[in-house]
């Protein structure tokens, strides 16, 4: 049983900075992507940000990027989102995944099909 879990939410100000840690299980990750979803109060669920273990590609939704890094450390099994410059809408609930990527080109990060899914940890950014 794969287990994911998150850390590192919390409450912070608008313009503040928070890192996100998710902690996996299973150590032969090298062709799943990780990615931070996030589910804001009465809305769906987006996925904000992606990461392959093999090869280290990226990808961001519009509305984080240049705010937001994905990361992973191999050898811990962990992948951090770095959040700054915060604000408001960034206020939701992070879920930490994983999904089977052979490919990354023709990966994408549809709720629906990840494999693993943390429990989710609550970024609360005050206005």
């Known amino acids: 049983q794969v287990q994911l879990v998150e850390s590192g939410g919390g409450l912070v100000q608008a313009g503040g900075s928070l890192r996100l840690s998710c902690a996996a299980s299973l150590r032969t990750f090298s062709w799943y992507a990780m990615a931070w979803f996030r589910q804001a109060p009465g809305k769906g669920r987006e996925c904000v940000a992606a990461f392959r273990w093999s090869g280290g590609s990226t990808r961001y939704a519009d509305s984080v990027k240049g705010r937001f890094t994905i990361s992973g450390d191999y050898a811990k099994n962990t992948v951090y989102l770095q959040m700054n410059s915060l604000k408001p809408e960034d206020t939701a609930v992070y879920y930490c995944?994983?999904?089977?990527?052979?490919?990354?080109?023709?990966?994408?990060?549809?709720?629906?099909?990840?494999?693993?899914w943390g429990k989710g940890t609550l970024v609360t950014v005050s206005s």
């Open positions: 995944a994983a999904d089977y990527a052979a490919s990354w080109s023709s990966w994408s990060a549809e709720e629906d099909d990840m494999d693993y």
